[in-house]
């Protein structure tokens, strides 16, 4: 069994609520594969975005670095393809960069957003990606071997039978692989999904999606989706379907008979609420942008047979840039010289081998001028200049209902929060690349930080 150069596959969804799965107590959902990897390795109960929406989030969890270090502070909506292309990332080490240095051939298969999509980046050197993110779940737009094309088909399966040739090519032995597996559902839209899957959710109640009184921050994608019944059916059944290729990969390790030798991570670009607190949408769900529970946290599972624990829970605080110090750290591997990481491995965990000093850990967050701290039981959110700022007892209030920040009595706990964030983001945040007072408002980034023009565009 080889546990010493492990293959990797790193299935990372988008908009995947951490409520949006059996496993996580969700009896309505139906994800049998996704319950299925929980149960064969560990799954982790508080796993925290770096921002909550894509393109930022999966900048970082690559690089383990902050937006106000890699500068990726909105979704990409500019320099996808074409003669602008832009590298976001051409600066950053990703930790595909190190794996490929030290011998790993890596692949990837579906969504990349994070620019200049027609050329290979970072190590990968197998590329079949979509051009720009996402879009209708039939006949997507992909980028092929540097050719792009309009493939034919449903954009879940389509991502599922490239990773299989991937693993048919490379599951074999000799060198090890890493392969992520870039899903774009449950991203909108809601509609295309395979039908029979659609029907099967017809008598669900939805009670898991409570169907709340429209957030005053909402924005228009709540006004299009609250309170529909074939939206959440499409919401669902994209997860179903996405569930269903989870199964097929899982198979396939299993086919191959390199499942032991295969470390498996399951995670979701950012959360999503589907009604809850009176929206649909994630951090840019709302204006101002937001920083509730469902819009950070995320699933996190982690299997490798014989080394993972089968069925273990997690509870300890963790953080997406913890990611590329723990898979190098996993893996044996070298961390970049000359980089100021933010975060720390949590592999001890994984291997449940000794302690972790992870019970003081504090999670910080940013979207743009959106600013916060968490730690277990408090949450306070700092927007740049001029507030609203929230903070939340997470010990008596979970949901976020009441706002504590104007309480006399929390007036102390709010100035030592504030000074830990500032504190914390003045040793991290590269000051071309600090997205404090930037105009991110959520309606996407047009280019990288510093280029001449505007660089976002305003919220919808």
């Known amino acids: 069994m080889a546990t010493d150069r492990p293959n990797v596959i790193f299935i990372l969804t988008d908009d995947q609520g951490v409520w949006a799965a059996g496993c996580y107590g969700n009896p309505e959902i139906r994800t049998p594969n996704i319950d299925r990897l929980a149960a064969r390795g560990m799954r982790f109960e508080n796993f925290f975005v770096a921002s909550p929406v894509c393109s930022p989030s999966r900048a970082s969890f690559l690089t383990g670095r902050m937006p106000s270090q890699h500068g990726v502070h909105d979704w990409i909506r500019g320099g996808n393809v074409g003669r602008d292309s832009i590298r976001y990332l051409q600066d950053e080490v990703a930790y595909t960069d190190v794996l490929a240095a030290n011998g790993w051939k890596c692949g990837i298969s579906g969504k990349w957003h994070l620019g200049d999509s027609e050329i290979a980046q970072h ?33 879940t399966n389509l991502i599922t039978d490239d990773a299989l040739q991937f693993l048919d090519s490379h599951g074999a032995g000799g060198a090890p692989f890493y392969l992520s597996v870039h899903y774009t559902a449950p991203h909108s839209p809601w509609t295309g999904h395979p039908q029979d899957i659609v029907d099967s959710y017809d008598g669900c109640a939805f009670e898991s999606c409570p169907q709340e009184p429209r957030h005053p921050w909402a924005i228009s994608l709540t006004d299009q989706c609250l309170g529909d019944r074939e939206m959440l059916k499409g919401y669902f059944a994209a997860v179903t379907a996405m569930d269903a290729d989870v199964g097929r990969i ?3 390790l299993d086919e191959l008979g390199i499942s032991e030798s295969t470390l498996v991570v399951f995670t979701s670009d950012n959360g999503f609420s589907c009604g809850h607190h009176g929206f649909w949408g994630k951090g840019n769900g709302t ?16 299997s490798h047979p014989g080394v993972i624990p089968e069925g273990a829970v997690e509870s300890a605080l963790v953080s997406a840039c913890d990611f590329m110090p723990t898979l190098l750290d996993y893996l044996g591997l070298p961390l970049p010289e000359s980089v100021n990481l933010p975060g720390e491995s949590f592999s001890c965990l994984l291997r449940r081998n000794g302690g972790s000093g992870r019970e003081s850990v504090v999670i910080y967050d940013e979207y743009g001028s959106t600013r916060m701290i968490r730690t277990h039981d408090w949450k306070y959110v700092h927007r740049y200049p001029d507030g609203p700022n929230e903070l939340f007892d997470l010990t008596n209030d ?4 009441r706002n504590l920040i104007d309480e006399p009595g929390q007036a102390a706990r709010v100035a030592e929060m504030k000074g830990r964030l500032e504190e914390w983001f003045d040793a991290y945040a590269v000051p071309d690349m600090d997205g404090r007072g930037r105009g991110v408002q959520g309606g996407g980034q047009l280019t990288r930080l510093g280029a001449p023009g505007p660089e976002f565009t305003e919220h919808s």
């Open 123 to 155: 190590g990968f050197d197998h590329w079949y990606v979509h051009q720009f993110g996402g879009g209708r779940y039939n006949d997507p737009p992909m980028i092929r071997d540097g050719e792009a094309i309009v493939d034919s088909g449903y954009v």
């Open 250 to 252: 899982l198979d396939k």
């Open 287 to 302: 204006w101002p942008l937001n920083m509730y529970e469902n819009s950070i946290k995320v699933p996190f599972i982690a």
């Open 398 to 401: 979970p949901d976020e209902r």
